[in-house]
Nanobody
Framework: QVQFVESGGGLVQPGGSLRLSCVVSSFLVNVYSLGWYRQAPGKQRELVARFLSTSSTYYTDSVKGRFSIFMNAAQNTVYLQMNSLKPEDTAVYYC????????WGQGTQVTVSS
C-alpha cells in the first residue's frame, strides 16, 4: 500500500517562505503523477500544484508565481517551495497522486500569521 509522508509545515509570518516535502513509499507511483493539495478549515480540499509532464507543471491561480513544485525522483520525494506566503495559504497540505488515491497521509499544517 502506498504511503505519503508530508513534512515541513509550520508557523510563518506573511511574506515568509516554507518548503514542504513528501516522501512516497512506493516506486510503483510515478512521481510525475503527484501533486500537492491543501485543505483550509471549513473548506474542501483543493489541488494546488501538480506535474503535467516531465517538463511542465500546473498551479492554481492563487499560488502562481509564489509556489513551485519539484522532485527528487531517485528519492521518490516531491517538494513544494512556498514563497510570499499569505494568511489565506493557511491550511493542511497533502501530497497525493492526481487523481488522488484513496489513501492520504497525515498532512502538514501551514499557518501564516503575524
Amino acid at each position: 500500500q502506498v504511503q505519503f509522508v508530508e513534512s515541513g509545515g509550520g508557523l510563518v509570518q506573511p511574506g515568509g517562505s516554507l518548503r514542504l516535502s513528501c516522501v512516497v513509499s512506493s516506486f510503483l507511483v510515478n512521481v510525475y503523477s503527484l501533486g500537492w493539495y491543501r485543505q483550509a478549515p471549513g473548506k474542501q480540499r483543493e489541488l494546488v500544484a501538480r506535474f503535467l509532464s516531465t517538463s511542465s507543471t500546473y498551479y492554481t491561480d492563487s499560488v502562481k508565481g509564489r509556489f513551485s513544485i519539484f522532485m527528487n525522483a531517485a528519492q521518490n520525494t516531491v517538494y513544494l517551495q512556498m514563497n510570499s506566503l499569505k494568511p489565506e495559504d493557511t491550511a493542511v497540505y497533502y501530497c497525493n497522486r492526481v487523481p488522488s488515491l484513496a489513501t492520504w497521509g497525515q498532512g502538514t499544517q501551514v499557518t501564516v500569521s503575524s
